[in-house]
């Protein structure tokens, strides 16, 4: 079971994929889901993605935290959408389907429930194709790949430090608010969720300056390796595109393509139920 959130080795048809392909998959997809709100093709990807989610065997467990944080803000996000703008749906599909009525101006109607489940489809859509790439893509292997078509080692070199660095950085903030706690600054589920809070702002001091010295430690191991200094570099890891990689892409580019038809079938972003009702 991993500890922390980041890329966990596994023998998977998911982690045999190119770290480049994965990217594009990711990249295109989240682009092709911004471009729409048709539900029927955001349901397909979240499908999709649920497939992925599966076949690369992520437990629960390894992201609970991460899914929860995802989930309240979701909500958050749901009840603000409703809060300031309690007409949108019936703005957006035109037509007005009343539900319930809960006080003064606010009044759920099918299609502001219509659009915010759309809003909650897209979030559902996007982030387990993150979390996938994320947790299944050797930073090394991915940094190889990006230098292979075309960019800078320098820049590949960065993007492997940062999504090697995400584990760290969890790790520090556990092994801080451990020490917090033995201070009797109280971090865990026995306080009260406004007390959690508040004493978390402590935690996030000592973890700038913790990052701030890994950084400084990594770039001086790099100056003194002389990194930067030639013109290409040798990788320790690399991987070929092989056929399911190039299927990856071609799925992810259908994706895009799907996407700019539903626009003109929808005669817009928005597939609308509500025509025939």
Do not use: C
Request: glycine share 4%; no cysteine.
């Amino acid at each position: 079971m991993a500890k922390s959130f980041g890329y966990v080795k596994r023998d998977t048809p998911i982690h045999a994929l190119n770290g480049m392909s994965k990217l594009l998959m990711v990249l295109l997809v989240s682009i092709s889901v911004m471009m729409t709100y048709d539900t029927r093709f955001l349901i397909a990807v979240v499908l999709l993605s649920l497939i992925m989610f599966a076949m690369a065997k992520i437990k629960f467990s390894e992201i609970r935290v991460l899914f929860i944080f995802i989930a309240v803000f979701m909500v958050i996000n749901a009840l603000v959408i409703f809060l300031f703008s309690p007409n949108q749906g019936t703005m957006v599909y035109g037509s007005y389907h009343l539900l319930f009525h809960m006080v003064g101006p606010y009044s759920m109607s099918a299609e502001e429930l219509f659009y915010i489940l759309n809003v909650v489809l897209k979030y559902f859509a996007v982030l387990p194709l993150a979390l996938i790439f994320i947790m299944t893509t050797d930073p090394s292997e991915f940094a190889a790949s990006l230098n292979r078509v075309g960019v800078s080692y320098k820049i590949a070199y960065s993007v492997a430090l940062t999504l090697r660095y995400i584990p760290d950085i969890q790790r520090d903030f556990k092994n801080i608010s451990q020490s917090q706690q033995a201070r009797g600054i109280d971090t865990s589920k026995k306080a009260k969720l406004w007390t959690r809070i508040k004493n978390m702002t402590t935690i996030l001091m000592p973890l700038v300056f913790t990052s701030l010295d890994r950084i400084d430690v990594i770039t001086n191991a790099m100056e003194l390796r002389g990194f930067g200094k030639g013109k290409k570099r040798t990788w320790y890891k690399t991987r070929k595109l092989r056929n399911a990689d190039y299927i990856m892409i071609v799925v992810s580019i259908l994706a895009i393509m799907i996407s700019i038809s539903l626009y003109a079938i929808n005669d817009g972003r928005f597939y609308n139920p509500f025509r025939k009702l």
